[in-house]
């Protein structure tokens, strides 16, 4: 039998150049239409009068408890065998819950396609056997992406060996699936996120937690 | 400036990897295949892709990729975890190559100005009334004023060769590429103190002192990700540049030095090396000439005198210097790349090859290198001669130290607009724009319009296609055929990369061999292009059959192996067969033959110092209007101050003019402390004349525009930063 898997990124920050090749690499990818993306660099200070001084890159956590699954009112929304969370796009409504409901600000609603969308760890790159394309095109290799499930897998090993951390909301706990080298600066950005009203979450949900792990 | 006098920054920590991780990234081989297709993973039904072998060419790296073709198609480019040299990735620029290939604002047929030069009306012509019409100017020119009188300029091209070729068959010395307004004066520089242009071993550097450079923007492979590399295993990083680049925010170090000072940076600090004798004594007893005259030369430049030139304070300098000298021989004035900066660029340049000699860095692990290399052969060509042809090219003689072979753009354009030492009527160019590159634009429309003829050939409508008279479409690089190319890559010593077509060229685009070669037929030079690609590339191939079947089977061709410790007992190609810390060759010339410091000119009031750089995401004006880079800037802003800004009530986003000697602009602010308060800013690749880019047309300023043409004294190499512009409201 065939182990399963829990795919899962390591990013160590402090090796971002802010170059935006996994961003576009991303968007050839998987048709990303313009003015969105399904990945992004977040930067501390920049435009006006602060400096920059750290890049960290991010993109759907395909979280263990993703609150986008249950913001769905169609199920088109689900988490699959493989810990990867998908949209299947004939059930999509496009009505853009799961939009509001993700705390990483990871969806979006495709113009053209008129559904929602996020990055999906380039699940048919996995098929073919390639890692995601974020991963792969980078200059310093920022990202390292693997199965934590397969004890050999070097993200496995990372996890056991280096201290890491996760960019948690601040008022619920998804359990996103993508971890930091402590260090990084900026695990601020996610935000509580719009859940509609009529859509009943679990209480676990509903944590208060600050920093993880 | 003292409000920046003591600004620095030094704050990074790095985040260690685990050790295998770390060496995995040393050296390049993250395409592991992960995972094999299962059936019960719920596979979806997938389409069949064709992987193809090719060089990225969305700037001059030419970095491995593997472009995935589906339905001949090019969906997707994937770096090529093969090519060592660009360390497996592929940047922004590489990836938006798809949108050169599928680019609705591609030039699609050969097209014949109808209306005024520059005003965008076009005839399309078929190629054969294109090539007539190209080979009657080319004749018409070459009887009436020599064949000197056309000019030649090809861009960074694995094609550039045939052009050169062609223009030395049809008879003229007039060829430049796009280095006299790139990186001359720093070649001539390390050329002139090592006798060869050595490549610096970023990736086994403890400590590497950045002067200028932007290397984590301005991507140089493999010396981008080997920084990073280096940074990992605990090298250091010291930034010099007047702007915060993003270089210089990730750096351990960073100071503002004044612009134009980094010579006296580089001379005090080689004057703490030698007065505190931190050198290694033997090497330079056995490989340098002119210490004695070096040291007596040096002891007036101390860090307290430098401190007053470069805004960075004396103790900083000093201790720069002996943490330099500690970790010697690992340790290394980064050589850098453009230095198209200073009127005396070459002489700046010189003070970073002679710290370098100071720290015995040559043929050193972490030093400066001269890699082995694979040389492809060539055809063979026996150029014509022609008896009326002048003696020399029209820029001869306009700088010091010239390369022959590259000419200088600045020059030659005086040369051309003087009419002296004689007519140049004609100009073909190939990939490249010095309507945007080339400083002073309105020099340069005002030398197109004193010509009879002007052709270019290039992938879109660029500023400078704008201007000619007949433009012609070629394919992109993921359209052709291209020669075998041989690269240098420092600390992985070197490869061979070349191109096959990944799919058939679109449009009627067609390849510069194939232009050059149907010119030639016309011309009567038809036996000189005898020849097709495969027959070139079989020559290239004659004595190196192991390079066809690597780059058959991976793509690429690497030598792999240490490349230092290579040269142990072997002699300079100088005069003196040492490192030239005393140049007795400029000496000989009426050059300083050690590099005497000038203050640069001071900033008159109310003006600022405009300089030129670069971000990961342009390659100047060859990508701003590409469909997928335009998304992560639309226009360019000029950076100002708070301080500057606020002076002159300018707020960020307000519209502003921008004023030099040369022209005048228009563009937003980006208000920041990113900058000094007496120094300004702007990406190059906008401001653009040609409506036919469409994504930009309208946007931003062209720096080229407001830049002055001054040059390099030695090398005739452009200098741009020694122009001031003011700066106001609307
Ligand atoms: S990051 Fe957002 S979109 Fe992705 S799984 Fe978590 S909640 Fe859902
Ligand atoms: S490709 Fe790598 S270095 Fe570049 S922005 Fe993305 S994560 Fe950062
Ligand atoms: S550095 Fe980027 S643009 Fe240049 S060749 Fe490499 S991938 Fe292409």
Request: net charge positive; hydrophobic share 35%; proline share 6%.
């Amino acid at each position: 039998m065939t182990q399963r898997k829990k795919y899962a990124i390591i990013i160590n920050a402090a090796k971002c150049i802010d170059c935006k090749a996994c961003m576009i690499a991303c968007k050839v990818e998987n048709n990303v239409p313009e003015g969105f993306w399904r990945n992004w660099i977040n930067v501390l200070g920049g435009e006006n009068g602060s400096v920059r001084t750290e890049f960290q890159p991010s993109q759907c956590m395909q979280c263990d408890d993703p609150s986008c699954v249950a913001a769905c009112p169609v199920q088109a929304t689900y988490k699959q065998d493989n810990g990867l969370v998908v949209i299947d796009p004939e059930k999509c409504i496009g009505c853009g819950n799961c939009v509001t409901a993700c705390p990483y600000k990871a969806r979006y609603r495709d113009p053209v396609k008129k559904i929602a969308d996020k990055c999906d760890f380039c699940e048919d790159r996995l098929q073919r056997g390639k890692e995601p394309a974020c991963v792969v095109t980078c200059p310093t290799k920022t990202r390292v992406f693997g199965d934590m499930n397969d004890p050999a897998d070097p993200v496995a090993q990372m996890v056991k060996k280096e201290k890491l951390v996760q960019i948690v909301a601040p008022h619920i706990n998804t359990r996103p699936n993508i971890y930091y080298f402590e260090g990084t600066k900026l695990l601020d950005w996610a935000v509580t996120p719009m859940l509609p009203g009529n859509v009943s979450m679990p209480r676990e949900f509903w944590k208060t937690v600050s920093t993880v792990k | 400036m003292a409000a920046t006098k003591t600004q620095m920054i030094s704050r990074r920590k790095f985040l260690k990897l685990s050790g295998a991780l770390a060496a995995s990234t040393a050296v390049a081989n993250p395409c592991r295949v992960l995972y094999a297709l299962t059936k019960d993973s719920g596979v979806k039904n997938l389409n069949e892709i064709r992987e193809v072998f090719s060089a990225c060419d969305m700037c001059f790296n030419k970095c491995g990729l593997i472009a995935q073709v589906e339905n001949d198609i090019v969906k997707k480019l994937d770096p090529n975890p093969k090519s060592l040299k660009s360390r497996g990735m592929l940047c922004a620029r590489g990836n938006a190559g798809v949108k050169q290939l599928y680019d609705p604002d591609r030039l699609k047929y050969p097209l014949l100005r109808k209306g005024a030069r520059g005003e965008g009306k076009w005839q399309r012509l078929s190629w054969d009334q294109a090539l007539d019409h190209a080979a009657e100017q080319l004749d018409k020119i070459g009887k009436q004023y020599t064949r000197c009188g056309f000019l030649f300029m090809a861009g960074t091209d694995m094609q550039s060769t045939f052009v050169h070729q062609f223009a030395e068959a049809y008879g003229s010395y007039n060829i430049i590429s796009h280095e006299s307004n790139c990186l001359l004066s720093r070649n001539r520089a390390f050329l002139d103190t090592y006798g060869v242009m050595p490549t610096p071993d970023v990736l086994n550097c403890k400590y590497v002192i950045m002067p200028g450079a932007n290397r984590f923007e301005a991507i140089v492979t493999p010396d981008t990700m080997d920084l990073m590399t280096a940074m990992e295993n605990k090298s250091k990083l010291v930034v010099l540049d007047p702007r915060f680049t993003k270089t210089a925010a990730l750096a351990d170090e960073w100071y503002p030095i004044k612009p134009g000072t980094d010579m006296a940076f580089f001379l005090a600090v080689a004057q703490v090396i030698i007065s505190e004798e931190l050198y290694d004594k033997t090497f330079i007893q056995e490989k340098t000439s002119g210490f004695e005259e070096l040291r007596e030369h040096v002891k007036q430049y101390t860090p307290q005198w430098a401190e007053q030139e470069t805004d960075i304070p004396a103790k900083d300098i000093k201790r720069i210097a002996r943490e330099l000298a500690k970790a010697a021989p690992s340790a290394m004035v980064y050589p850098g790349r453009r230095s198209s900066d200073y009127e005396d660029s070459t002489q700046i340049r010189r003070s970073y090859a002679i710290v370098n000699a100071l720290l015995g860095n040559w043929d050193q692990k972490g030093g400066l290198l001269v890699p082995k290399k694979v040389k492809p052969g060539s055809m063979h060509l026996e150029a014509p001669f022609y008896e009326d042809n002048p003696d020399d090219r029209v820029d001869a003689g306009m700088a010091q130290m010239m390369f022959g072979e590259e000419g200088s753009f600045k020059h030659t354009r005086d040369a051309i607009l003087k009419g002296e030492p004689y007519p140049v009527k004609g100009w073909m160019t190939y990939k490249t724009n010095p309507m945007q590159t080339g400083a002073n634009r309105n020099k340069t429309i005002e030398m197109i319009n004193t010509l009879d003829f002007m052709m270019t050939v290039d992938i879109t409508m660029s500023d400078t296609a704008w201007m000619a008279d007949l433009v012609l479409p070629a394919p992109s690089y993921l359209e052709r055929q291209d020669p075998l190319s041989a690269f240098l890559a420092s600390s992985t010593c070197s490869g061979v990369i070349t191109r096959d077509a990944v799919v058939p060229a679109m449009f009627e685009s067609k390849p510069v061999f194939w232009i050059v070669k149907e010119l030639a037929k016309r011309l009567d030079l038809g036996e000189f292009f005898d020849y097709t690609m495969d027959d070139f590339r079989k020559e290239q191939l004659k004595k190196i059959p192991e390079v066809a079947k690597a780059i058959k089977e991976d793509g690429v061709y690497n030598i792999t192996g240490p490349s230092y410790g290579l040269y142990k007992g072997k002699p300079f190609k100088t005069t003196s067969k040492k490192i030239e810390l005393y140049s007795t060759r400029y000496k000989s010339k009426g050059i300083d033959p050690m590099p005497v410091y000038k203050s640069p000119k001071s900033i008159p009031e109310n003006h600022f110092r405009i300089v030129v750089g670069r971000n990961a995401y342009i390659t100047q004006s060859a990508s701003t209007n590409n469909n997928l880079l335009w998304e992560l800037q639309k226009e360019n802003h000029l950076w100002v101050h708070p301080e500057s800004a606020a002076a002159l009530g300018i707020k960020d986003g307000e519209t502003i003019n921008v004023k030099s000697s040369a022209g005048k602009v228009t563009i937003k602010a980006r208000v920041t402390k990113e900058t000094r308060p007496d120094t300004v800013y702007m990406d190059t690749g906008f401001g653009v004349m040609s409506n036919w880019l469409t994504n930009i047309a309208g946007k931003g300023a062209c720096i080229a525009e407001i830049l002055e043409d001054r040059a390099d004294i030695i090398s005739g190499n452009m200098a741009m930063h020694e122009t001031f512009v003011t700066i106001s409201k609307i």
